[in-house]
């Protein structure tokens, strides 16, 4: 199995930038698609981007396509997610999740592997 911990969450205004990023430890990390989910407040858990096994392979949910950009370094066993103009609908705490069933995945059901989140607040 692999255990996954998320960092760089943080406070950032609105149109700003972060990067979060996932490690991994355990399991070779290249056996595991990977993504990331988001959780506001008193809403499910939803995908927001989610990459292959190779990193060949990404996928974005609307919201965040032109701005997100995920990706993995295999080497270094970690995922990220650069955001970019960011918007106040951002705001959630931020999961890593890794599958290894299938070489991409955007089904929530999906991941065997949950990070304990990471909160992202965009101010307007």
């Known amino acids: 199995q692999v255990q996954l911990v998320e960092s760089g969450g943080g406070l950032v205004q609105a149109g700003g930038s972060l990067r979060l990023s996932c490690a991994a430890s355990?399991?070779?990390?290249?056996?595991?698609?990977m993504g990331w989910f988001r959780q506001a407040p008193g809403k499910d858990r939803d995908i927001v981007a989610a990459?292959?096994?190779?990193?060949?392979?990404?996928y974005y949910t609307d919201s965040v396509k032109g701005r997100f950009t995920i990706s993995r370094d295999n080497a270094k066993s970690t995922m990220y997610l650069q955001m970019n103009s960011m918007k106040p609908e951002d705001t959630a705490v931020y999961y890593c999740?890794?599958?290894?069933?299938?070489?991409?995945?955007?089904?929530?059901?999906?991941?065997?592997?949950w990070g304990q989140g990471t909160q992202v607040t965009v101010s307007s």
């Open positions: 355990g399991r070779s990390f290249t056996h595991y698609a």
């Open positions: 990459i292959s096994r190779s990193g060949s392979s990404t």
């Open positions: 999740a890794a599958d290894p069933h299938r070489t991409l995945t955007t089904m929530i059901t999906d991941y065997d592997y």
